[in-house]
């Protein structure tokens, strides 16, 4: 399945747990082409596949953006998010819940583990 790339004006919707993995353009944080951004992104990619489908089956939403900024609609209310001194990382979101934010790629193990401590649910 392949990994969505909405734009920076979407607005996502959560109606339950989500994780909103985000990795900002180069263009967007001023950073130039090299090769430890190439391979930060090509290991982000590689881990948000791995993750998806564990995800899904454990009821937890998985969203990937490439983008500096997004917004999250929970209800009747939107948050909007500028990443872009972040460089890549995970929102972790509950409805009713402060989101949690976590800066860096993570591997599979580490985000799964992560997202059933957060959401308090068994992620095989």
Do not use: C, W
């Not at 990619?45 to 998806?52: D, I, K, L, M, T």
């Not at 489908?53 to 939403?61: A, D, F, I, N």
């Not at 949690?100 to 957060?118: C, E, F």
């Amino acid at each position: 399945m392949p990994l969505s790339h909405p734009q920076a004006s979407e607005t996502i919707e959560v109606n339950g747990p989500t994780i909103v993995a985000f990795f900002v353009p180069a263009a967007e944080i001023g950073a130039g082409q090299n090769t430890d951004g190439n391979e930060a992104l090509a290991d982000f990619q590689f881990y948000a596949g791995q993750v998806r489908e564990p995800l899904r089956k454990s009821g937890v939403q998985f969203r990937v953006l490439y983008a500096g900024s997004f917004a999250i609609r929970t209800g009747h209310e939107v948050f909007r998010f500028n990443v872009r001194k972040d460089g890549v990382g995970y929102f972790f979101f509950t409805p009713g819940k402060k989101p949690k934010k976590l800066l860096g790629v993570m591997n599979d193990s580490d985000l799964l583990q992560l997202a059933s401590q957060h959401f308090g649910t068994p992620v095989p």
